[in-house]
C-alpha cells in the first residue's frame, strides 16, 4: 500500500507527519511512501531528503491523494483537501474530532477510514504513540521559554556586585505532561515553581522535578477517571479553586495555566478581577487558549495586555519547534500505522484496545460511540 504524506495547509502549521528518517522502516515493513513537494518545508527538511530516503514525490496535494491509499497528516484535513480524498482512502491524523463533528459525519459520507490520534489510550503499550504526550511536552517547554522572554525580569536568582536579584516565582496550574515538562523547564532556568493540580496523585511528580505541590481546601481526585485525566467540576468548585487560588496567582511572576478536561471547553480558573491583583509586568501563558482559555481576556492565537499583565493564548508551541515536534510525530505515527499493518497492508483488529479506540469512521459510518451520540 502507498502511504501518502500531504503538506499541512492549516494556517501556520509547520510540523510534517513523517520526517525522511522515518521513511525506511515503513519501506522495511513493505509500505511505499510519496510525499508532497514542500510537505518538510516547514521543518526544514527538503524534497531532496525525502528522495534519498527512498519516497517519490508528489507534485500537489490533487496529485499525492489521487494516488495514496493511506494518508497520514498533523492535523485535520481542512474542507479543501476532505475533497481531495478518495473513497476507501485510510486516514490517520490529529482530528480533533470532538470540536469538528461536521468533519467527522463528512468523513464517513465520504467513506473514509479515519483514526484520531489524539483519542490514543493513555496505557504502556501506545506510549511510543502518545501524540498528546510529545506535543504536550513541546508546549510545556515552549511555555515557560516564552514566559521568560516576556518577562521585565531575570528568571534565575543572581548575586552581583550591583547587587542581588531574586529568582522569578513561577505557578503551575495543571501538573499533567505540559505542566510536568513546563516545571523542569523552568526550574532549569532558575525559577522558584509551585503547581497545583485537581489529581493530588501527581503530587510526587511535582516534587521529584524540584516544586511545591500547592494543596487547596477543594475536593482532589483520587484514581480519577479511567484514561487517568481530570473530570469537568461544578461551577462551584471552580468559584472555590479560583477563590483559594488568589493569593499564589497574584504572587507570581510567571502563571502558566494548562487545565483541560478531554472534550470539554477548558476551565475558567483566572478571572479579569484575579489579573488586577497580580503585579504589574507579570506574564501568563495559557495553554488552554485553543479550548477558550483558562484565563479570562485570552485571545487565542494572540498576546494581550490587561491591566498590566502580558496574557499568551498561542496555540502552536509544538509548531515552534517544528524539527523535534516532527521528529516524535513521525515515531508516534509510524508507530500506530505499523501496530496495524501485515506485510505492506493494514490489518483492522477491533479486538485491539489502541485500534478500537481510534478509530473514528469506516464503510460509511461513525464507528466511535461517543462521537456517533453526539452526532444523534
Ligand atoms: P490534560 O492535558 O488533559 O490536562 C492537564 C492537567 O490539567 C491534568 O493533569 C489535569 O488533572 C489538570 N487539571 C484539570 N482541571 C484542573 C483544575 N481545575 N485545576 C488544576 N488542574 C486541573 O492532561 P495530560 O497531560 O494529557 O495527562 C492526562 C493523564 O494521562 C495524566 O494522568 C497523565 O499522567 C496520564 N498519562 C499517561 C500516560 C501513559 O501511561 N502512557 C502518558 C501520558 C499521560
Aim: charged fraction near 25%; include cysteine; hydrophobic fraction near 40%.
Amino acid at each position: 500500500m502507498l502511504i501518502g504524506v500531504p503538506k499541512e495547509i492549516y494556517p501556520g502549521e509547520t510540523r510534517v507527519a513523517l520526517i525522511p528518517t522515518g521513511i525506511q522502516e515503513l519501506l522495511n515493513a513493505g509500505f511505499d511512501v510519496i510525499v508532497e513537494q514542500d510537505a518538510g518545508e516547514g521543518a526544514h527538511f527538503s524534497d531532496e531528503e525525502y528522495r534519498t530516503c527512498g519516497a517519490s514525490i508528489a507534485p500537489n496535494a490533487k496529485s499525492l491523494y489521487e494516488q495514496a491509499d493511506i494518508v497520514i497528516k498533523v492535523r485535520q484535513p481542512l474542507e479543501d483537501e476532505v475533497e481531495l480524498i478518495k473513497e476507501g482512502t485510510t486516514l490517520i491524523c490529529m482530528l480533533d474530532a470532538w470540536f469538528n463533528l461536521p468533519l467527522v459525519q463528512k468523513l464517513a459520507e465520504r467513506k473514509i477510514r479515519s483514526f484520531a490520534l489524539e483519542f490514543i489510550p493513555r496505557t504502556t503499550r501506545a506510549q511510543s504513540m502518545d501524540v498528546l504526550s510529545s506535543m504536550g511536552a513541546i508546549s510545556g517547554y515552549r511555555s515557560v521559554l516564552t514566559g521568560a522572554m516576556e518577562l521585565p525580569q531575570y528568571f534565575p536568582m543572581l548575586m552581583t556586585a550591583a547587587g542581588t536579584i531574586h529568582p522569578a516565582k513561577v505557578f503551575i496550574i495543571g501538573a499533567g505532561v505540559a505542566g510536568l515538562m513546563a516545571i523542569s523547564t523552568a526550574r532549569r532556568l532558575g525559577a522558584v515553581v509551585e503547581a497545583y493540580d485537581t489529581r493530588t496523585e501527581v503530587r510526587e511528580q511535582v516534587e521529584s522535578l524540584g516544586a511545591k505541590f500547592v494543596e487547596f481546601d477543594l475536593e482532589t481526585e483520587e484514581g480519577t477517571n479511567s484514561g487517568g485525566y481530570a473530570t469537568e467540576k461544578s461551577e462551584e468548585f471552580y468559584r472555590k479553586q479560583r477563590e483559594q487560588m488568589q493569593q499564589k496567582v497574584s504572587q507570581a511572576d510567571l502563571v502558566i495555566t494548562t487545565a483541560a478536561i478531554p472534550g470539554k471547553q477548558s476551565p475558567r480558573l483566572i478571572t479579569k478581577e484575579m489579573l488586577h491583583y497580580m503585579k504589574k509586568g507579570s506574564v501568563i501563558v495559557d495553554l488552554a487558549a485553543e479550548r477558550g482559555g483558562n484565563v479570562e481576556g485570552t485571545v487565542a492565537g494572540h498576546k494581550e495586555y490587561i491591566d498590566g499583565v502580558t496574557i499568551i493564548g498561542y496555540t502552536d508551541h509544538p509548531g515552534r519547534v517544528p524539527v523535534h515536534a516532527s521528529q516524535l510525530l513521525t515515531k508516534n505515527v509510524s508507530t500506530f500505522l505499523l501496530n496495524m499493518a501485515a506485510e505492506g497492508e493494514l490489518n483492522i483488529d477491533m479486538e485491539d484496545d489502541i485500534v478500537a479506540a481510534t478509530l473514528v469512521t469506516e464503510d460509511g459510518e461513525v464507528k466511535h460511540e461517543g462521537l456517533k451520540a453526539q452526532l444523534e
